[in-house]
């Protein structure tokens, strides 16, 4: 699994906080933060805001889906796309065209994703276990 600091938006000061904490890597984050319980605990002791731990911990739940990583993952949120759940529903042709037309705006990423790809994405999502609680 991919470094904790592969997940955008945490920053190297978060990310020092969290390796200080045990958690190196993304799995370790989901592993840690896949239940309300387990993210209330870890808010408390690194003092990170709850609802940012949970934003990363779904960040790092659709970088198990193969070929997201985190650009693609950040991609995906901005489209609406927070969860492996959600992404299972997605239509493959409408969510590459809304994050074709996000990506024409914001430019998050540098190469978009085809709808074969995210067709993939899907297909993937659709077996894995789910292992994030709300």
Known sequence: ?????AIGGIGQKRATTLRKNGIRTTEA?????ATKRGR???????RL????LLEWVNRADLMRCKGVGSEYA???????VDTVKELRRRNPGSLTARMIELNDTKRLVRRLPTEAMVSGWIEHANQLNLVVTY
């Open 1 to 5: 699994m991919p470094s904790i600091d």
């Open 29 to 33: 984050l989901l592993k840690l933060g």
């Open 40 to 46: 209330k605990e870890l808010a408390g002791v690194t």
């Open 49 to 52: 805001d709850e609802k940012l």
């Open 74 to 80: 950040d991609l995906l949120g901005a489209a609406g």
